[in-house]
């Protein structure tokens, strides 16, 4: 009688292992990731400039906003003209400032790319 014992317990414990060997098995195999999860991210610099107008006037914030696909995608704001770098997936992006006569930059971004793209805003 203690034979069976061991035996159903036996049975059983390879009935419950081997369904959760399996299900382990899963746990280490690598998965594919999709190309643009992979993919470098580029990169989009430049100089935004402050509206001068008249001369002695005090230095203000000046907003740098990327679109893509109509949505805002970054953004940076500093006091006065400044430098700005924004590391972005590969794409077509519009950039600009929240500057007045400010004409947008159209950018076309690829991987691991530098692309300098300056905003000047010219109200003078």
């Known amino acids: 009688m203690v034979h069976v014992r061991m035996s159903r317990a036996r049975r059983w414990l390879v009935l419950i292992s081997v369904p959760a060997a399996v299900a382990l098995a899963g746990c280490g195999s690598t998965s594919s990731t999709s190309p643009v999860a992979t993919q470098r991210p580029g ?30 995608v970054a953004h940076q704001a500093k006091l006065g003209s400044h430098a700005y770098r924004f590391s972005l997936p590969p794409g077509q992006y519009e950039v600009t400032s929240d500057q007045s006569y400010v004409v947008p930059a159209n950018v076309s971004l690829r991987q691991g790319q530098l692309v300098h793209a300056d905003l000047i805003s010219s109200c003078d």
């Open 43 to 72: 990169v989009i610099a430049g100089m935004a400039e402050q509206c001068s107008g008249l001369p002695g006037q005090p230095t203000h914030q000046i907003k740098v906003i990327v679109y893509r696909d109509h949505r805002v």
